[in-house]
């Protein structure tokens, strides 16, 4: 079946930087753009950034473009955000979440994500 | 940039239907999806492109989307449907997804 497991979470100081991955299994990853997703306590969700299935074309929510970067190893199918100058307000659980019908980006929509991971920016 | 609006909180008895709403300038020209998220757990797809259910989703998910509102009905409430809400939308203008601010679903 479909999973996602997400990593790379943990306490960072503010300014510094801390790369996510996301590791796919069950389904074609190379078919499939894939989401960011966060959620900061007590708030709701927030997109993040999206990836094409084939990593040529990316697209970023305002408050990360410019510091947070998506990129996809579809040889090892994981997922990835590198995110760089890191703020109090990035403090978020994060989630990866699979874009369907597969090829289909810009109508598409998250239909599995997984459990998330937790960044803590404090100092 | 495009602004989508849920009431924060609904309650409901149990057996009874809840309806949630999503209020976004002309979003009946818009695929809408919803999300089921519960505390500590991954979110779950409910409905896409405006009345989709995935497999596994029970019928009692039935989603519509017509004007500036779209609808997310479930029918015969369980303590099980206790949850966030959020319905989301792709904003082509600006290339971005957007997420309304959630309802939480509460079943009395």
């Known amino acids: 079946q479909v999973q996602l497991v997400e990593s790379g979470g943990g306490v960072v100081q503010p300014g510094r930087s801390l790369r996510l991955s996301c590791a796919a299994s069950g389904f074609t990853f190379s078919s499939h753009g894939m989401h960011w997703v966060r959620q900061a306590p007590g708030k709701g969700l927030e997109w993040v950034a999206v990836?094409?299935?084939?990593?040529?074309?990316?697209f970023y929510a305002d408050s990360v473009k410019g510091r947070f970067t998506v990129s996809r190893d579809n040889s090892r199918n994981t997922l990835y955000l590198q995110m760089n100058s890191l703020r109090a307000d990035d403090t978020a659980v994060y989630y990866c979440a699979r874009v369907s019908p597969p090829y289909d980006i810009l109508t598409g929509y998250p239909d599995y994500w997984g459990q998330g991971t937790l960044v803590t920016v404090s100092s | 940039s495009y602004v989508l609006t849920q009431p924060p909180s609904e309650s409901v008895a149990p057996g009874q239907t809840a309806r949630i709403t999503c209020g976004g300038n002309n979003i009946g020209s818009k695929r809408v999806h919803w999300y089921q998220h519960k505390p500590g757990q991954a979110p779950v797809l409910v409905v896409y492109?405006?009345?989709g259910r995935p497999s596994g989703i029970p019928e009692r998910f039935y989603g519509s989307n017509s004007g500036d509102t779209a609808t997310l009905t479930i029918s015969r409430v369980d303590a099980g449907d206790e949850a966030d809400y959020y319905c989301q939308v792709w904003e082509s203008k600006n290339d971005h997804w957007v997420f309304g601010g959630g309802t939480k679903l509460t079943v009395l």
């Open positions: 492109d405006d009345s």
């Open positions: 990836i094409w299935y084939d990593g040529s074309n990316q």
